[in-house]
């Protein structure tokens, strides 16, 4: 292994020692990433290098403006921090030269940028000390239950009647009192927030006369909240004319103005504002058949092979709005033709790129990194990508997700296959920042992966959804390992149908494990703990503790031959245990579980059939005495009233009769729950479990 030095200090043109720098530049370390990679390649070329390098990463301020990239020529190479160091990839710009003025009755400052006027520059992210601040918004919505509840609603959409979900439409009227034909309306974006996902509807434009506003994309989803009379509620984002909170802040890309209201405390000479100038830091891209000029064997892609990242500090990129196509599950509308282009995926954030890529790339490491403030999703595992490993990393103040993992499905090119994933103990908090149906893990396509003992908090949607197979098809998608997990504080009353972790479609050799799950919202329906959707199948969910759900612990939409059992479920709002759709075959398997309450019932089901006849249950503890159990419930669709099934009718179907009734004691602190010796949950075969190891090990 060959050692060589990146400072701040340095000089491209030196050898990359770490003797000091010499007069002349021969001698001392590199200055730049692209610098020592581009020494590299140099070296290698001439057979001066061979085998692993190592280029240590002393402290230090390390801005770009241009994303860094390696490809299969750079592989064998570690990038690392030097001992206690701490050095910072910077992808943003110091703003300085500001002049203090008032704006309205506020403290402003402004800043003339020649080059967002002239067109080379625009950006949609401001960071002031360490922090982003919003544009300014009307109402002051923000990604957090707080602010989560400062939206409007749109008043009237121009096709009421059609309710299918994928008619989605760029026309509709706000209130008259919400809404006005601002100046700096057209660069504005209305933000749609329903059902599970946000939309950004670009350019609107409003006629005073009819009250109606257009955009230049549509809405995925049709205008309604979700599948009640509601409809969907939004912010106007970007708008000059709701300037008026300290923190806001407003770009003129006409005059190049910038406009910052500063918050209390904050003056000229101490405080810091940068924006950024990339939206990706790192690309680490290999080349496969049909992608490039190089790769002529359509079986042997040219990989990126043990690029190694450690302890290095990724911090401020913007982002824009990228292009999204329509899942195709739903044939109708994956084939519909429509002149207006999409406002967002239809779910997940899954047409969001990411500030750090990989793709055809083999054994490479990212681990004990930073990735702070990005306008994207941190990191993303692309196609053709095998044995990766992210580990004991802090991805936070994201506006995508954590990580995403992509490969293609069992009808693409074997060379797209991704798989051997592991991506453990990271700390992934503040999520969708500015996309706001991001996960802090979205896992689409791939095999045989590990996503064990992260910390996931602070979302907008969903934690961790695993899955991108709707139905009941072969996927490749399977032997993934979700364990000792801690998600809390999730989804924040921003969106619906989410749930702590979600599930899609069928997936052999699945184990969901060992993971803490509590404090589940939602802004109209969902807030599950566990959310097997649709087609979700041959999975095993065992020795999770949920808690303090707003909708059931374990929510089922439909699914097939999954095996629940030594769980612990409690305090939920709605069910333990619920099943949307209720098919001609078991949903479930139900045993070895601890169920805790209060809750409204003990089973449910949601819109279609009886839950008697879609799961098996039994050898449960139920915490309940027989007069204080809840019903089951199952919708009665004679007169759209659910229908109460009591627990002596729950017993006589078959159901819970090995099952312990009554009350449990329970000793319960903030990481763990524990249950005494001699407790009835032992009779039921009840496995206990430590879950104060959930989350990231040191």
Same mark, same amino acid.
């Given at each position: 292994?060959?050692?060589?030095?990146?400072?701040?200090?340095?000089?491209?043109?030196?050898?990359?020692?770490?003797? &000091?720098?010499?007069?002349?530049?021969?001698?001392?370390?590199?200055?730049?990433?692209?610098?020592?990679?581009?020494?590299?390649?140099?070296?290698?070329?001439?057979?001066?290098?061979?085998?692993?390098?190592?280029?240590?990463?002393?402290?230090?301020?390390?801005?770009?403006?241009?994303?860094?990239?390696?490809?299969?020529?750079?592989?064998?190479?570690?990038?690392?921090?030097?001992?206690?160091?701490?050095?910072?990839?910077?992808?943003?710009?110091?703003?300085?030269?500001?002049?203090?003025?008032?704006?309205?009755?506020?403290?402003?400052?402004?800043?003339?940028?020649?080059?967002?006027?002239?067109?080379?520059?625009? #950006?949609?992210?401001? #960071?002031?000390?360490?922090?982003?601040?919003?544009?300014?918004?009307?109402? &002051?919505?923000?990604?957090?239950?707080?602010?989560?509840?400062?939206?409007?609603?749109?008043?009237?959409?121009? #096709?009421?009647?059609?309710?299918?979900?994928?008619?989605?439409?760029?026309?509709?009227?706000?209130?008259? =009192?919400?809404?006005?034909?601002?100046?700096?309306?057209?660069?504005?974006?209305?933000?749609?927030?329903?059902?599970?996902?946000?939309?950004?509807?670009?350019?609107?434009?409003?006629?005073?006369?009819?009250?109606?506003?257009?955009?230049?994309?549509?809405?995925?989803?049709?205008?309604?909240?979700?599948?009640?009379?509601?409809?969907?509620?939004?912010?106007?984002?970007?708008?000059?004319?709701?300037?008026?909170?300290?923190?806001?802040?407003?770009?003129?890309?006409?005059?190049?103005?910038?406009?910052?209201?500063?918050?209390?405390?904050?003056?000229?000479?101490?405080?810091?504002?940068?924006?950024?100038?990339?939206?990706?830091?790192?690309?680490?891209?290999?080349?496969?058949?049909?992608?490039?000029?190089?790769?002529?064997?359509?079986?042997?892609?040219?990989?990126?092979?043990?690029?190694?990242?450690?302890?290095?500090?990724?911090?401020?990129?913007?982002?824009?709005?990228?292009?999204?196509?329509?899942?195709?599950?739903?044939?109708?509308?994956?084939?519909?033709?429509?002149?207006?282009?999409?406002?967002?995926?239809?779910?997940?954030?899954?047409?969001?790129?990411?500030?750090?890529?990989?793709?055809?790339? =083999?054994?490479?490491?990212?681990?004990?990194?930073?990735?702070?403030?990005?306008?994207?999703?941190?990191?993303?595992?692309?196609?053709?990508?095998?044995?990766?490993?992210?580990?004991?990393?802090?991805?936070?103040?994201?506006?995508?997700?954590?990580?995403?993992?992509?490969?293609?499905?069992?009808?693409?090119?074997?060379?797209?296959?991704?798989?051997?994933?592991?991506?453990?103990?990271? +700390?992934?908090?503040?999520?969708?920042?500015?996309?706001?149906?991001?996960?802090?893990?979205?896992?689409?396509?791939?095999?045989?992966?590990?996503?064990?003992?992260?910390?996931?908090?602070?979302?907008?949607?969903?934690?961790?959804?695993?899955?991108?197979?709707?139905?009941?098809?072969?996927?490749?998608?399977?032997?993934?390992?979700?364990?000792?997990?801690?998600?809390?504080?999730?989804?924040?009353?921003?969106?619906?149908?989410?749930?702590?972790?979600?599930?899609?479609?069928?997936?052999?050799?699945?184990?969901?494990?060992?993971?803490?799950?509590?404090?589940?919202?939602?802004?109209?329906?969902?807030?599950?703990?566990?959310?097997?959707?649709?087609?979700?199948?041959?999975?095993?969910?065992?020795?999770?503790?949920?808690?303090?759900?707003?909708?059931?612990?374990?929510?089922?939409?439909?699914?097939?031959?999954?095996?629940?059992?030594?769980?612990?479920?409690?305090?939920?709002?709605?069910?333990?245990?619920?099943?949307?759709?209720?098919?001609?075959?078991?949903?479930?398997?139900?045993?070895?579980?601890?169920?805790?309450?209060?809750?409204?019932?003990?089973?449910?089901?949601?819109?279609?059939?009886?839950?008697?006849?879609?799961?098996? +249950?039994?050898?449960?503890?139920?915490?309940?005495?027989?007069?204080?159990?809840?019903?089951?419930?199952?919708?009665?669709?004679?007169?759209?009233?659910?229908?109460?099934?009591? #627990?002596?009718?729950?017993?006589?179907?078959?159901?819970?009769?090995?099952?312990?009734?009554?009350?449990?004691?329970?000793?319960?602190? =903030?990481?763990?729950?524990?249950?005494?010796?001699?407790?009835?949950?032992?009779?039921?075969?009840? =496995?206990?479990?430590?879950?104060?190891?959930?989350?990231?090990?040191?």
């Amino acid at each position: 292994m060959t050692v060589f030095h990146l400072s701040p200090h340095g000089n491209d043109e030196a050898d990359g020692t770490a003797a &000091k720098a010499t007069r002349n530049g021969s001698r001392g370390p590199w200055k730049t990433f692209s610098g020592a990679r581009n020494a590299l390649r140099k070296l290698r070329a001439s057979g001066a290098l061979h085998g692993e390098a190592t280029v240590v990463v002393q402290n230090g301020h390390y801005p770009i403006s241009n994303t860094i990239e390696f490809t299969a020529e750079d592989s064998h190479t570690v990038y690392q921090a030097g001992e206690n160091a701490q050095p910072v990839i910077d992808g943003a710009r110091v703003l300085d030269g500001w002049t203090e003025t008032t704006h309205g009755k506020r403290r402003a400052w402004v800043l003339d940028l020649p080059e967002v006027k002239s067109g080379h520059w625009y #950006f949609r992210s401001l #960071f002031v000390e360490g922090s982003r601040r919003p544009r300014a918004r009307y109402p &002051k919505f923000s990604p957090d239950a707080k602010g989560a509840e400062h939206t409007f609603r749109i008043e009237e959409m121009r #096709f009421p009647e059609n309710r299918d979900l994928f008619a989605g439409d760029h026309f509709f009227k706000p209130a008259a =009192k919400d809404f006005q034909n601002w100046p700096s309306l057209t660069d504005a974006e209305i933000v749609l927030l329903h059902y599970w996902v946000e939309t950004r509807l670009p350019d609107p434009q409003f006629n005073p006369e009819t009250g109606w506003v257009r955009c230049s994309r549509r809405s995925v989803f049709n205008l309604y909240e979700s599948f009640n009379p509601l409809l969907a509620r939004y912010y106007v984002d970007n708008l000059f004319e709701a300037l008026s909170e300290p923190g806001e802040w407003y770009l003129n890309r006409s005059s190049g103005r910038l406009t910052y209201l500063p918050m209390a405390g904050e003056t000229l000479e101490n405080t810091q504002v940068c924006a950024p100038l990339v939206t990706r830091f790192l690309e680490v891209h290999g080349e496969a058949f049909n992608r490039g000029p190089n790769v002529r064997d359509p079986y042997g892609p040219s990989v990126v092979e043990k690029i190694n990242f450690r302890g290095l500090t990724f911090r401020h990129s913007d982002w824009y709005q990228p292009a999204s196509e329509m899942i195709p599950h739903d044939a109708t509308a994956a084939a519909a033709v429509h002149e207006i282009p999409l406002g967002s995926a239809p779910q997940s954030a899954a047409h969001v790129p990411a500030a750090i890529d990989y793709q055809w790339a =083999k054994n490479c490491n990212f681990t004990h990194n930073t990735v702070e403030h990005t306008g994207f999703t941190a990191v993303e595992v692309g196609k053709g990508c095998r044995n990766l490993t992210i580990s004991n990393n802090k991805l936070h103040q994201l506006g995508g997700g954590g990580v995403k993992i992509s490969g293609v499905e069992l009808d693409g090119p074997t060379s797209d296959r991704t798989g051997g994933i592991r991506f453990t103990d990271n +700390t992934v908090v503040h999520v969708g920042r500015v996309f706001h149906q991001s996960c802090g893990i979205l896992l689409t396509h791939a095999f045989d992966c590990d996503l064990s003992h992260n910390e996931i908090a602070h979302t907008c949607y969903t934690g961790i959804s695993c899955g991108w197979s709707w139905g009941y098809r072969e996927t490749i998608t399977r032997d993934i390992r979700i364990e000792n997990n801690h998600l809390h504080d999730i989804c924040e009353g921003v969106l619906s149908d989410n749930g702590g972790i979600y599930l899609l479609g069928v997936q052999p050799g699945t184990i969901i494990r060992g993971n803490h799950i509590h404090h589940i919202t939602a802004a109209d329906y969902g807030g599950w703990g566990i959310y097997p959707d649709e087609g979700s199948s041959h999975m095993v969910f065992e020795q999770n503790w949920i808690h303090d759900t707003l909708g059931s612990c374990f929510n089922i939409h439909f699914s097939r031959e999954l095996v629940v059992r030594n769980n612990v479920f409690a305090r939920p709002g709605d069910s333990f245990v619920g099943v949307g759709r209720v098919e001609n075959h078991i949903a479930a398997t139900v045993v070895s579980n601890v169920f805790l309450g209060p809750a409204k019932s003990l089973y449910s089901a949601a819109y279609r059939g009886d839950i008697r006849r879609a799961v098996h +249950t039994n050898a449960n503890a139920i915490g309940f005495d027989e007069k204080t159990i809840p019903p089951s419930v199952h919708p009665d669709w004679r007169d759209d009233v659910p229908h109460q099934i009591s #627990f002596q009718e729950w017993l006589a179907a078959g159901h819970d009769r090995l099952s312990q009734v009554g009350a449990l004691k329970y000793k319960e602190t =903030k990481t763990n729950l524990s249950f005494p010796k001699n407790s009835p949950v032992y009779l039921i075969g009840f =496995k206990a479990f430590d879950w104060s190891i959930c989350g990231p090990r040191i």
